[in-house]
């Protein structure tokens, strides 16, 4: 027997092949010269793929801009069985038109469960992640959401809106939304964890927010944003090279003692303001997780002294159920690290541990 190919390279050897026939599809063409013409020709392919239940779509690095997304979107949305979808766009040259007119197409792609989608280092700006995310919730079976939109400028108003809207993405279990290197600050990471919080279905949250412009008062407004996602399992929460201190530490850990279900919890505070009362803050609150069995704290090139990071890892042994740590408190103010490891690792629950000072 003949095995189907279902890999391809080339745009032509696509076109070429026989497109009723796949259900499952790979096409990478990476720095390729991809034009908003040879898009569309993909789009019009793919658009014979009546079967297609499985796609995936690398496009990196092209010069695929408004026209091209929008036309290739639209053939997409006729592929009625699609229910697996992964689509990247990375370094294109896709505005906000472009973004809006891809988030309603898919839109129509109504028996989508499971979405992947990057869109890092394009042009969309605010209103084209307004425009992608408001598409994307008419995808009413989908249940796994990783929306890449790093880079684009999207700001507080972007943010904010992402917020606004994933408050209606109720069928959620899995998110990965990641929005670093965004020029967001607090208002609109205060809106986004609003938003956040109306999903209460979620599982398992992985949010980047790194790079930003977020102080006290946004780190504040995501915490209270997922004390409100009771059922999460899983947390990674970036939010390195930010502006955070001691109060906005404390009114995220104020946040994460209300998320008592979490097992895995990692949070990446690299290079920001924090001192040694906003780490014991943390402390007290991973406390307050009562089934973390996985942690990882990157803290590094903070503010923390032995009396913060001592304190820390007395909050630390408290946690009755944890096994694995993962611990990073390099370049900081601490001048006994050898003390400070000793104190973690008296925990003879650990089973796997990694403490850097």
């Known amino acids: ?4 190919n279902n890999k391809f390279g080339s745009l032509e050897e696509f076109l070429n092949s026989s497109l009723q026939s796949h259900q499952v599809l790979l096409i990478t063409m990476i720095s390729n010269g991809i034009s908003d013409e040879d898009a569309l020709r993909l789009g019009s392919g793919l658009e014979k793929c009546t079967n297609l239940s499985n796609l995936t779509l690398n496009l990196n690095r ?23 979808m992964t689509l990247h766009f990375y370094d294109n040259k896709i505005d906000a038109i472009g973004a809006t007119n891809l988030g309603s197409n898919l839109g129509m792609c109504t028996n989508l469960s499971n979405l992947t989608l990057s869109l890092l280092d394009n042009k969309i700006g605010a209103v084209g992640a307004s425009g992608l995310i408001s598409g994307l919730a008419n995808c009413a079976n989908l249940s796994n959401l990783t929306l890449d939109i790093r880079g684009n400028k999207i700001g507080d108003e972007g943010a904010s809106a992402l917020g606004s809207i994933l408050g209606k993405y109720t069928n959620l279990s899995n998110l990965t939304l ?24 979620l599982q398992n949250l992985t949010l980047d927010l790194g790079k930003n412009q ?13 004390g409100k996602c009771t059922n999460l399992s899983k947390l990674t929460l970036n939010l390195n090279q ?9 009114g995220l850990g104020y946040g994460l003692r209300k998320c008592r ?14 001192g040694d009362k906003g780490v ?49 408190l390099y370049f900081n103010l601490i001048q ?22």
């Open 242 to 250: 930010n502006y955070i201190g001691d109060e906005g530490l404390s």
């Open 62 to 84: 092209n010069l695929i801009g408004d026209k091209g997304v929008s036309g290739l979107s639209s053939s997409l949305a006729n592929c009625a069985n699609l229910s697996n």
């Open 214 to 226: 977020i102080g006290d008062e946004g780190a504040s407004g995501i915490g209270s944003g997922l």
């Open 261 to 274: 279900n979490v097992s895995n919890l990692a949070l990446d505070l690299y290079r920001n303001e924090i």
């Open 1 to 4: 027997m003949i095995q189907q």
């Open 178 to 201: 990641e929005i670093g290197k965004n020029l967001i600050g607090d208002e609109g990471a205060s809106g986004l964890g609003f938003g956040l919080g109306k999903c209460t279905n």
């Open 280 to 328: 014991s803050s943390l402390g007290s609150a991973i406390v307050n997780c009562t089934d973390v069995q996985s942690l990882q704290l990157t803290l590094s090139n903070n503010k923390i002294h032995d009396e913060g990071a001592s304190i820390l890892s007395f909050s630390l042994k408290k946690c009755t159920k944890l096994t694995k740590l993962q611990l990073y």
């Open 336 to 357: 006994q690290p050898l003390q400070v490891k000793a104190k973690c690792l008296k925990s003879k629950r650990l089973v796997f541990s990694i403490i850097e000072l």
